[in-house]
């Protein structure tokens, strides 16, 4: 056996294991400052854990804990219409389009603009996008910071989830 699989038979075994692995073992403050600091690093931080490891309760006590609104996105269950919105016709223009935007998305980010108060947006599960479509979708929403229509104020924060690979 390796020396990582004897560790894991070991007092300490778990610290140990993560320490032969290169991954620091962390509470929730202490990973709520890295977040901070990715944040202001204008980076978008992604946890990375099996599942029930935690990375959902973590993202919700961190909201809870900075009074933001979190917009939960469980991404291997969403359509890529759900972030960019649906396309259609202009009524007053014909040579234009209007968007629809997804509500659950469009409220927060607007009450932010409006109040001031921090968005977090957490995209669970990036990892199992449902189609090409939707990881594009939220890529492109990460990396130009919106979505068709609506640009997010520096007060939005964007933090994503998923499993190791298998």
């Known amino acids: 056996m390796s020396k990582i699989d004897t560790s894991i038979n070991k007092t300490g075994a778990i610290a140990e294991y993560l320490q032969n692995l290169d991954v620091m073992a962390t509470n929730v403050r202490e990973l709520s400052k890295i977040i901070t600091y990715a944040w202001q690093a204008n ?51 014909p040579d234009t389009y209007k968007i629809l935007s997804n509500q659950e998305l469009y409220a927060p980010i607007t009450e932010a603009i409006e109040t001031g108060r921090e968005v977090i947006i957490f995209l669970d599960e990036l990892n199992r996008a449902s189609d090409q479509d939707s990881l594009n979708a939220i890529f492109s929403m990460i990396s130009k910071r919106g979505v068709p229509g609506l640009d997010f104020p520096d007060n939005v924060r964007l933090v994503a989830a998923g499993n190791p690979p298998t």
């Not at 961190?62 to 219409?81: F, N, P, Q, W």
């Open 43 to 93: 980076l978008t931080p992604m946890l990375v854990g099996g599942a029930g490891s935690g990375k959902t309760e973590v993202i919700g006590q961190i909201a809870k804990h900075r009074d933001a609104i979190l917009v939960h996105i469980y991404v291997a269950h969403c359509g890529s219409e759900e972030i960019k919105g649906v396309m259609f016709r202009n009524e007053d223009n």
